[in-house]
DNA sequence: ATATCCACTGAATCCTAATTCAAGCAACCC
DNA sequence: GGGTTGCTTGAATTAGGATTCAGTGGATAT
């Protein structure tokens, strides 16, 4: 049975064609190559160095590693012993270029934004590697990076993208053209159709404010993020349109930038105002975190009987002790999971409609708000 | 100029040898291709079609993608217009396979540990990046899946593996096997060679030892990490081996998971000890928090005037004003660099020995502990 | 005018697994 | 037994860019 190795060279007898370059003699029985998974010359062990040892033809040991191929048993056994004497692992780039497969998405994140994301990253990391599918990383430093970026995702023959980073609508539409699905997380457009996983940003934020509202707040300010954050923009606008529709008009709004800092500055100067506010809404946790310090540290008021601050994301952060913040819950879970199910079904099935599925953010009660 | 159209199918006359391929005629002039990157027949655009277009050899056209390779300024015009024309990007898959080099690199990070992984992420990318080096993430669920995860690593040709996941010698031979250069992060063995980056635990507790115990504590407690968790373990010893030079012996350790929780859980058990501890040494900024926080919410005491208490990372929420944490912190970016740049070395060539850094971590004076 | 050199260029081949197609073979049916 | 069906198997081909090697043509040197 174990003597898989005798068997003479084969019968490509005649003509010296390309079959018969790997120089190398059949690894003599017992005599294990140095090095696993290399041949005797140093190069990787092919479909071809299993072949020959097992003296069967490279196809044979293609369908072997195949599931629901047609093989034999005693085929399957015979080179599968070998290919793991040897060391043998199918070649995934070769793979990919003849089954035009590549089993590798793309994720595209900006760091400077949204804290959370590398946390997304993990979750997504994960769902995909389940499928057997990996994740390749683009992280982009500046906007202008991104079509340098595109060109490499193009290049690495990516089967689907993920991207939770702005993209014009020019640039949506060459993922169109060449047919690599796309989905994007915590954002798309008005009038272009793209598929989507959203957080439903502006319904959460008029959750808060009506709750705010409700128990009596009429002194309201925002701290947005970055004006250049699609879902900052969302999240401001909706409370201030809610607001407008209760009649809370002329609303400050400071810019920050997501990060702690920048929450602490934002209090300073709301704070600096003829008329302070008693409720304020952060465009995401960390920024209401340093609100919150802010108010307490700097300006020894109590939360929430002076001020009340809700943040938007649900982070674990939130949740500690020191701030009990009162937050919307963005369902990262799940909405990683939605999105890798998404862009699989369009991977498999590329004439899918875009589309685009919203989820409710979670209301989390804290204790830094009077509601 | 214009005109690189009309140049009849070149001279591949006689045999319809495998050149002949693609059927297509050439793109009849000024009728663009209906998508960009695709031929008329829906394929992706190779070197090829560009090739036929433009009138020249396949060759021509590889060479021309190919910075500092021997090519006329009139050849490499005309080549580089046909292939924005036809929106031509090289097939990265296709190059890996013939130069033996991806590009890729793994990085292999477990999920469950260490809260600033994601970060790190975010920053190798960033340096790999900049080198058109591409990251491939794996991320580990379980200690159990690492085998079937580094069949992945190897399928995909990675160019080399950054792993800030434990993998054992007999792994980590595979990689010197296969030669695959692998760099350790903040991990690594004691009587087995391997390449890594890690930051100086023992050193760094030792350092916050001396400190508090200068200050006058004696009466010392300690809160790990997990018990898998070979950066805990070292920060854990650190200390108490330094406490047991200085003569302090039974010192009660608590085990955590890194988590907030966990924290919060440890400070409980400490205090419902016969003796309650005056300087808690937490095995990460995170737990600390949660001693921090027990300790002032549920116990009612003051820090750092009733118990001192210290992290380890330098997280930035550790900074956060409600904290103020005395911690060492662990300098991510400047780590991130070295290993990338190490990384790098090894795949350039492959020769280098194993070789470790080590980088002390930096003290950090909070308000969390008297000294 | 002939020799020498250099910069380019193209044909052929390589890399490695998947797939197609036809052949081989055994079991099965009537 | 001859024909048929069905399962296996191998040879040849394919995917698409890189590279080697043998030119080709022009410029300079003799």
Not at 46 to 75: E, H, I, L, N, W
């Amino acid at each position: 049975m174990a003597e898989s190795t005798a068997k003479p060279p084969a019968k490509n007898s005649a003509k010296t064609s390309a079959k018969s370059r790997r120089g190398g003699r059949a690894s003599k029985s017992g005599t294990k190559s140095p090095k696993l998974g290399m041949t005797e010359s140093g190069k990787r062990v092919t479909s071809y160095d299993v072949a020959r040892v097992a003296g069967v033809s490279q196809s044979a040991v293609s369908r072997c590693f195949k599931p629901g191929a047609s093989v034999s048993k005693k085929m399957r056994d015979k080179v599968m012993t070998v290919a793991k004497e040897l060391g043998f692992q199918p070649n995934a780039i070769a793979r990919s270029l003849i089954t035009r497969r590549s089993n590798m998405v793309a994720v595209i994140i900006n760091n400077l934004t949204n804290l959370n994301y590398p946390e997304l990253l993990v979750q997504l990391s994960r769902r995909f590697d389940e499928r057997h599918v990996h994740v390749l990383l683009f992280t982009l430093e500046h906007e202008s990076d991104v079509d340098k970026m595109l060109d490499q995702v193009w290049q690495y023959q990516v089967d689907g993208v993920i991207s939770a980073a702005r993209l014009s609508e020019e640039q949506v539409s060459f993922f169109e053209e060449r047919g690599v699905p796309l989905v994007f997380y915590n954002r798309s457009f008005q009038d272009f159709p793209v598929s989507a996983i959203c957080c439903n940003q502006e319904e959460g934020e008029r959750l808060l404010v009506n709750k705010l509202h409700g128990a009596g707040h009429r002194n309201f300010a925002v701290i947005s993020g970055p004006a250049d954050s699609v879902v900052s923009n969302q999240r401001t606008q909706g409370a201030l349109n809610r607001l407008k529709e209760l009649g809370v008009t002329k609303v400050p709004v400071e810019e920050g930038d997501y990060g702690y800092d920048s929450g602490r500055i934002a209090f300073r100067h709301l704070m600096s105002k003829r008329k302070p506010p008693d409720a304020i809404l952060c465009a995401n946790d960390v920024m209401a975190i340093g609100c919150m310090d802010a108010a307490r540290h700097e300006f020894g008021l109590k939360i929430p009987e002076d001020v009340s601050v809700v943040g938007f994301d649900g982070t674990s952060t939130g949740a500690w002790a020191s701030y009990r913040l009162t937050t919307i819950d963005q369902p990262l879970e799940i909405m990683a999971e939605a999105a890798v199910n998404m862009l699989m079904e369009r991977v498999e099935n590329p004439e899918l409609p875009p589309e685009k599925r919203t989820f409710s953010g979670v209301f989390l009660e804290g204790e830094s708000a009077q509601l």
